[in-house]
């Protein structure tokens, strides 16, 4: 048996393969869901209920994919140059720290004054942070893996500095309550993020925003020079200085572009969903990293990276519907492991084929 | 090469369409079961098999189910993050028709504010917070009181005086038991000094060994905590030295070294405001269980543990019960010798809930 590389791709294989694959992981998950004595039929039915079809199910998916789709949108931005930015999980934070900034400091403004500032502020704080393992790279060829990686902790734990173990400006100290267990000052309600409630499906403003940053990179990356080069100097660094392009210019753009867009993820979870600094929720939640599997499901196409968003979210809610006293959460990971893992396999067969030769 | 990347994408729309086809054409056809039994869920911050404080409620289901058998289905969600996942996970246990939901880590409380406002007819029970409204109920233990006593078995079992002590957050809640569990070892060894060392998470048994050690090797031949996990105990048995638990009885992880715990036994609660919610007399309720009404209590003695140090532990655990003992009343030094209750002066609840300084004899910090 050899497997070797397809020379051409045929269209109808990016079709098969993924449905293959993901057929592939309920016929193993069966398996697994019989021999630890649950009716596989009925748990995947309540999977799909949960996730998506149950009542106000795809309501709770968006409001779990919204964070995930920036962050996948943020390591698609970076990775389409072959930039690797780990730090989408302290950007996120970074976003967080000054949108809940904005939010508090504008209090009694007009709410889309507040809004467009919680927008502004997450996308700077992000972007600042992505500036700096940025200028390392671009000035001193640091790898920007390590680099943004680490700052991840350090983000985090000035995130937990904030609310824990300083008085700072976030931290809530006013009251009975907030002596009993530290937490962030909750945002006036001008500074709540809108919704809009379309047939009882709720979309949260920072998941329109993210459809529509979405759009732009699509656009940005397939319909201007800006992402023409970007992509040459992704695939050939050298290729792309010979062409005269500014690749330390666009290292640092890239980078910047790609903080700024997981610093929104940061301000919508605070302006959306949590609407005061949560260190404990955010650091646990490893909304970065799986930002990361995200764009990779997804191929780096920025609209596949909103839907894959919101299968993982949907994956994610169906998890704690599925678990309970006769299901084991342990069972659920080994489900989601397996959907993930065919999902990521099969698209070995998409670039390579086997043979079954001697 | 353009429209090379759009294919690549494509398949994954597609299967994310044909999921939700399937999804469909199967939710169309489902059918609602109705039946008798009273639905009641429990919500966790760790795994429902911890060995320690999401354990400790866990039994307390299983003892409703166990009373209530068939009258009664139990559920429970384990690892549940704090955040929005927390709402989303409650409103998917009202869909599936629980009418009364125990939520057992302070990080719920929003969540679990936000859903007693909008689903009037479930009632909400909340463990370690402080907001309380009309179907949302407050319910703790005086922990405290069940730590001082495993403080002194601690005390007892020193011979350095140097207890290492390993705690979640600097949270008044944990400064409490950390001051009780001093308070207790000063009565068995004066002048015993309890070391801290903050973890910062509830349940993290990485860091709970590391914390472990740590204390080990400052000097601490005795280990207590006030964290979830038994990874501190499992040290303390391999380098051999006592261990004080905290939430369950955890003595299987460390045998030889196991000291006592101090316990929590929701089972009788939770069965009370079951029953109550079932019968319709629910009422809300601000409860904190002692070791009068069991709430609190000790886990049985380890090997160690000697006759009289059992028989010191009863005289107290006896004197709490009566009233005529309370570890919070004064005199109480903080850590630099000043006076914070005078004598005469007991500590309220309320004041418990905002304790914010450690006493004397502990080194740490109090701001973690």
């Known amino acids: ?358 | 090469m353009k429209k090379r990347r759009f294919a690549l994408g494509l398949p994954f729309v597609l299967a994310a369409a044909l999921i939700l086809a399937l999804g469909v054409s199967n939710g169309s056809a489902r059918t609602q079961k109705h039946s008798a039994a009273i639905k009641a869920a429990w919500i966790y911050v760790g795994p429902h098999n911890d060995g320690g404080w999401s354990q400790s409620h866990d039994k307390g289901r299983l003892y409703v189910q166990s009373k209530l058998g068939s009258d009664v289905q139990t559920t429970f969600k384990e690892n549940v993050p704090e955040g929005p996942q927390v709402a989303q996970v409650i409103e998917g246990l009202i869909r599936d028709g629980n009418k009364i939901i125990f939520a057992t880590s302070f990080g719920f409380q929003g969540a679990m504010v936000a859903a007693a406002k909008k689903h009037p007819d479930v009632k909400f029970e909340m463990a370690t917070g402080t907001a309380q409204s009309k179907n949302m109920a407050e319910y703790f233990g005086a922990g405290e009181d069940a730590i001082y006593l495993s403080g002194m078995a601690a005390g007892a079992a020193t011979k350095k005086g140097v207890i290492g002590y390993v705690v979640p957050f600097a949270i008044p809640e944990v400064i409490r038991h950390a001051n009780a569990f001093a308070l207790g070892a000063q009565a068995m060894h004066p002048g015993v000094k309890v070391r801290l060392i903050w973890t910062n998470s509830w349940f993290s048994p990485d860091k709970e060994t590391q914390a472990a050690q740590s204390l080990h090797t400052a000097g601490s031949d005795v280990l207590g905590q006030n964290v979830d996990s038994p990874a501190a105990g499992q040290y303390a048995e391999k380098k051999g030295i006592p261990w004080v638990g905290y939430d369950s009885d955890a003595r299987k992880f460390a045998p030889k070294q196991w000291l006592t715990a101090a316990i929590y036994n929701w089972g009788p609660y939770y069965l009370r405001k079951t029953k109550a919610a079932m019968g319709g007399t629910w009422k809300t309720n601000f409860y904190y269980g002692n070791l009068k009404d069991k709430m609190v209590g000790l886990a049985p003695y380890g090997p160690k543990v000697t006759a009289k140090t059992k028989k010191a532990i009863a005289t107290k655990r006896a004197a709490l019960i009566k009233g005529t003992f309370y570890e919070f009343a004064g005199p109480l030094y903080d850590q630099k010798g000043k006076l914070r209750v005078p004598k005469g002066k007991r500590m309220s609840v309320k004041d418990l809930y905002g304790m914010t300084w450690l006493v004397k004899g502990v080194v740490g910090s109090a701001k973690g």
Not at chain 1, 20 to 46: D, E, N, Q
Not at chain 1, 172 to 196: H, I, R
Not at chain 1, 207 to 232: D, K
């Open chain 1, 1 to 358: 048996m050899r497997i070797e590389r397809r020379l051409r791709q045929p269209w109808w294989l990016t079709i098969v393969v993924p449905v293959l694959s993901i057929v592939v992981a309920f016929v193993l998950s069966a398996f697994v869901l019989l021999l630890t004595g649950h009716p596989p039929l009925r748990s995947f039915h309540r999977l799909f209920d949960a996730a998506f079809t149950g009542n106000g199910a795809l309501s709770e998916s968006v409001v779990s994919a919204t964070p995930l789709a920036f962050t996948g949108l943020a390591a698609a931005v970076a990775f389409r140059m072959n930039l690797f930015n780990i730090g989408g999980e302290g950007q996120l934070y970074a976003g967080a720290i000054m949108g809940a900034t904005a939010g508090l400091l504008l209090a009694g403004s007009p709410s889309p004054l507040i809004f467009a500032a919680m927008i502004a502020a997450g996308a700077v704080g992000g972007a600042l942070l992505a500036a700096i393992p940025a200028i390392l790279r671009a000035f001193f060829s640091t790898n920007e893996i390590i680099t943004s990686l680490m700052l991840n902790y350090v983000v985090g734990l000035v995130l937990e500095y904030l609310i824990f173990d300083s008085h700072s400006y976030l931290r809530d100290t006013s009251g009975f309550e907030a002596n009993v267990f530290p937490q962030g000052k909750t945002l006036p309600d001008e500074a709540t993020w809108s919704s809009w409630n379309i047939h009882g499906l709720v979309l949260p403003l920072g998941f329109v925003l993210s459809i529509a940053v979405a759009g732009f990179v699509w656009v940005l990356y397939s319909r201007t020079r800006f992402g023409f080069e970007v992509q040459v100097i992704g695939d050939s660094v050298r290729a792309g200085r010979y062409a005269g392009m500014r690749t330390r210019r666009k290292i640092l753009a890239v980078m910047c572009l790609s903080g700024a867009i997981a610093g929104l993820g940061g301000a919508s979870q605070t302006g959306d969903f949590r609407h005061q600094l949560d260190p404990r929720g955010l650091r646990s939640a490893n909304y970065g990293y799986t930002g990361i599997v995200i764009a990779a499901l997804a191929r780096y196409n920025p609209f596949a990276v909103v839907l894959v968003a919101l299968l993982l979210g949907g994956l994610q809610n169906a998890g704690f519907t599925l678990q309970g006293a006769d299901f084991p959460a342990g069972l659920v990971g080994v489900m989601q492991g397996l959907i993930l893992f065919c999902a990521l396999g099969g698209e070995l067969f998409v670039r390579y084929r086997v043979r079954f030769a001697w």
